[in-house]
């Protein structure tokens, strides 16, 4: 059974950075994409950052502060964050998607449990 697991998240003031860490596992062949996804209280789910292959996309307004970035051997994906403001705070999810295992070709979706991140001001 894949497996995803975030990590990384913390408190940090406004104007700080954070680096997530986010790794699958579970006798992995591929993951086609990986992405971040974040949900603030009261806020539905939203794009913050994907990657598949070479190609990145994200959230809006996030370019230029947030990077995401991959490690295909690891089966791990990054999100360094940068200048970080309140508006931030809300729980990191990982989403591996596109996922074939060795023995199931069949393309999963896999979900982490999220991580929190906390900006003050």
């Known amino acids: 059974q894949v497996q995803v697991v975030e990590s990384g998240g913390g408190l940090v003031q406004s104007g700080g950075s954070l680096r997530l860490t986010c790794t699958a596992s579970?006798?992995?062949?591929?993951?086609?994409?990986m992405g971040w996804y974040r949900q603030a209280p009261g806020k539905e789910r939203e794009l913050v950052a994907l990657?598949?292959?070479?190609?990145?996309r994200y959230g809006d307004g996030l370019k230029g502060r947030f990077t995401i970035s991959r490690d295909n051997a690891k089966n791990t994906v990054y999100l360094q964050m940068n200048r970080l403001v309140p508006g931030d705070t809300a729980v990191y999810f990982c989403?591996?998607?596109?996922?074939?295992?060795?023995?199931?070709?069949?393309?999963?979706?896999?979900w982490g449990r999220g991580t929190q991140v906390t900006v003050s001001s």
């Open positions: 579970g006798n992995i062949r591929i993951i086609h994409q």
């Open positions: 989403n591996a998607d596109g996922v074939q295992t060795r023995n199931n070709l069949r393309p999963k979706s896999v």
């Open positions: 990657i598949r292959e070479d190609v990145t």
